[in-house]
């Protein structure tokens, strides 16, 4: 007999609202934890990116949470970047009923939250340095959180964020539960561990590298030159798609070029507002563009299920990188396809990272036909669907099949079910997004210097090679400029 969340102890109320989402049987982390959290023993738990964390953690904090006064949290979830904290305040409310949830990170106006916190809230999902900015403002106090959980705490590591959650845990309450989550236990992690619970029960999940295991993964030799055709017919050939730049403005310049190859992009990186990052990923997430041009931003905090491919248009910084990168494919049970784009000053340090992540794979030209063949969801399988009215400026492009509806929550046996409904505050705020392209393939004026989207002063689409923008793909056997966006058109831009 299959464990259910009412066997793990989980309220009736709870149980019927995760059931009108389809959610009925809890995944193997979310087995393993919620009844040692429920009893409301410490719990340091250590498993993948996509594997089902928050259910795990967030069913105890509603289920067991008290009622807050204004400016006086019960509750506390850190997590190192705003989208992610963003996720699992969108996730909790899907469940909540009448606990109150709230959500602080940077990056927006300080308005919102603090009417928020005003009014009381019960659950705080938190970056800790827009927290410690408002608790410096007198804003708020952690004296009566009793109840903390740390998600992805090897990766608030990373970011240099441990001596902020040192401080923060500090302000809360003496006698507290204390849940952690990280997809390692070494290192920082086990000294906040040692220093910070009170005899945890420890629950180990999957793989120590599940998301490099879990995805196929392609280095393909290109030349500079040609970095840009192969990444169109990556992206033709596997999408929905994340691809990873070194800089911002290298993901904007690209964001543009693949514009002017039919495919439909948004762009996301430090550089770009909340409000632009948040419309990015609702864009991606409900299906309107093809692909995410992204900086290491978007490796830290994007949790969208469902990414058929993660291309590394520059190579990550280190072999770390190349995991956080790589971890936003094959999530949830489903497969994914990380290409590498490799010039020949790097496969040295491609190799070594390589040897460092426990991979060996051989470097070939690039062949879009062996994408389609590793791809969970085939571009040509996508049927486009009605538009719903809102496409972010973006002409002609729809929804795919079940966009509108809740994150899928996939169970052991293949079968899929609705793990979280999107949040009305991730839906375009009536700002549309420039078309990205003008008659004739020409660029938008980057700016008020008139300059194009490569900063020089001719049209971006222009080969090193002298060949004209139509003169066809990056000679890899895959699709010309206007087969591809003919392509595309047909399975994103137009009904048929």
Not at 217 to 243: C, E, G, K, L, M
């Amino acid at each position: 007999m299959s464990t259910t969340f009412a066997h793990l102890g989980v309220p009736e109320r709870i149980c019927s609202a995760l059931a009108r989402q389809g959610i009925t049987e809890p995944f193997e982390i979310q087995a393993a934890t919620i009844a040692d959290a429920m009893a409301g023993r410490d719990v340091c738990g250590r498993a993948p990116t996509g594997s089902g964390k928050t259910l795990a953690f967030g069913i105890p904090l509603v289920a067991g949470v008290n009622r807050a006064e204004p400016r006086r949290p019960r509750a506390l979830v850190l997590a190192p970047t705003r989208e992610l904290a963003e996720q699992i305040s969108t996730e909790l409310r899907t469940f909540a009923g009448p606990v109150r949830i709230g959500v602080v990170y940077g990056g927006v106006g300080y308005g919102p939250q603090l009417k928020a916190l005003r009014s009381g809230v019960d659950i705080l999902v938190a970056c800790p340095g827009r927290l410690e900015d408002l608790i410096e403002q007198g804003a708020l106090s952690l004296s009566e959180v009793d109840m903390v959980v740390l998600d992805e705490a090897d990766r608030m590591a990373d970011m240099g964020f441990m001596p902020a959650v040192r401080r923060l845990l500090d302000q809360t309450a003496d006698h507290r539960q204390t849940v952690l989550f990280s997809a390692t236990l070494d290192g920082d992690v086990a000294r906040l561990t040692r220093d910070y619970q009170s005899d945890p029960v420890r629950h180990e999940v999957g793989e120590e590298t599940p998301d490099i295991t879990a995805a196929h993964h392609v280095f393909w030799n290109v030349s500079q030159a040609d970095r840009r055709d192969v990444t169109a017919d990556a992206v033709s050939a596997a999408w929905p798609a994340i691809i990873f730049c070194r800089t911002r403005h290298g993901s904007d310049r690209l964001a543009r070029q693949l514009g002017q190859s039919g495919i439909q992009t948004a762009a996301i990186h430090g550089g770009r507002s909340q409000a632009q990052r948040t419309r990015a990923l609702a864009d991606f997430s409900k299906g309107r563009v093809h692909a995410l041009v992204a900086t290491d931003v978007a490796a830290r905090g994007i949790h969208v299920d469902g990414v058929a491919s993660v291309i590394h248009f520059d190579p990550p910084e280190d072999h770390k990188a190349y995991v956080h990168r790589s971890g936003r494919t094959a999530r949830a049970g489903l497969g994914g396809v990380v290409i590498s784009l490799v010039q020949p000053g790097q496969v040295k340090d491609l190799r070594r990272m390589q040897r460092q992540i426990g991979i060996d794979e051989p470097f070939n030209d690039p062949d879009t036909a062996v994408l389609r063949r590793l791809s969970p969801v085939p571009a040509r399988a996508l049927a486009p669907t009605e538009p719903d009215g809102e496409t972010g400026g973006r002409s002609g492009t729809t929804r795919r099949p079940h966009s509108g509806g809740p994150r899928r929550q996939h169970n052991r046996n293949g079968r899929s079910a609705s793990a979280q409904q999107r949040s009305d505050q991730q839906r375009s705020d009536g700002q549309k997004d420039r078309s990205r392209n003008r008659k004739g393939g020409r660029a938008r004026s980057d700016g008020a210097n008139g300059r194009n989207s490569d900063g020089r002063g001719r049209n971006s689409d222009n080969r090193r090679d002298g060949r004209k923008p139509g003169d066809g793909g990056s000679g890899h056997g895959g699709p010309n400029r206007k087969a591809r966006r003919a392509h595309l058109q047909r399975t994103v831009g137009q009904p048929r």
